[in-house]
């Protein structure tokens, strides 16, 4: 199994351009996350997704969109990209069934973008 | 929603001493407690978790401790390696479905 995998690993960005970051998991998790993690501030979640055809917003998702058509791939989405983007974006993926759950988060390798 | 805070920010040991990261949360009905590793450029790695009906658990040289009256949890390692120089964050989940809230991190150095 690859596990998680996310694309591109870098990026530079002007700002108002728009990308898409890639992420698809291949161990048939259910749930799926976006984060964004910025120095001494830990991890944010910016959107998540219970299944196929369903997302949430997370922590922080204002300047981004999500999409889950299905079960492996979650591609996040930044339109009019700003500054305040500057980040290093990690996918997760794990699988919930009930509260007795461990619900492990498998994450990928990340997306360093810089918006200029 | 679930507030969790961690300390220290970071951390410095000896070679063979023992490390304690020190995490408090918010949420009385959280029931899940995991520890993640980063090691430089790369995504965080899941090291050891604890359920809230559980007061300890052990893994070689890592250990876990949660107080659930007090509303706190750490983790303990010992013997450290320089191997064990990563970053380290705590999180909670709520009950029910809740989503994971991470801690902001500690930045663990193990000096040779």
């Known amino acids: 199994n690859a596990g998680v995998t996310q694309t591109p690993k870098f990026r530079i960005l002007k700002i108002g351009q728009s990308m898409t970051l890639q992420c698809t998991q291949d161990?048939?998790?259910?749930?799926m996350y976006w984060y964004r993690q910025d120095p001494g501030m830990g991890l944010k979640l910016i959107y998540y997704?219970?299944?196929?055809?369903?997302?949430d917003k997370g922590e922080v998702p204002n300047g981004y969109n999500v999409s889950r058509s299905t079960t492996e791939d979650f591609p996040l989405r930044l339109e009019l990209a700003a500054p305040s983007q500057t980040s290093v974006y990690f996918c997760?993926?794990?699988?919930?069934?009930?509260?007795?759950?461990?619900?492990?988060?498998?994450f990928g390798p990340g997306t360093r973008l810089t918006v200029l | 929603g679930e507030n969790v805070e961690q300390h220290p920010s970071t951390l410095s040991v000896q070679e063979g001493d023992s490390a304690v990261i020190k995490c408090t949360y918010s949420?009385?009905?959280?029931?899940?407690f995991p520890w993640y590793k980063q090691e430089l450029g790369k995504g965080p790695q899941l090291i050891i978790d604890?359920?809230?009906?559980?007061g300890e658990k052990k893994d070689q040289r890592i250990a876990v401790t949660l107080n659930k009256t007090a509303k706190h949890f750490s983790l303990h390692i010992t013997e450290t390696q320089p191997e064990d120089s990563a970053v380290y964050f705590c999180?909670?989940?709520?009950?029910?479905?809740?989503?994971?809230?991470f801690g902001i991190g500690t930045k663990l150095q193990v000096i040779p």
């Open positions: 997704s219970v299944g196929a055809g369903i997302t």
């Open positions: 997760a993926s794990s699988y919930w069934r009930s509260e007795t759950s461990t619900d492990t988060q498998y």
């Open positions: 161990m048939n998790h259910n749930y």
């Open positions: 999180a909670a989940r709520g009950g029910g479905y809740q989503k994971v809230t």
């Open positions: 949420d009385s009905a959280s029931n899940y």
């Open positions: 604890i359920r809230s009906n559980v």
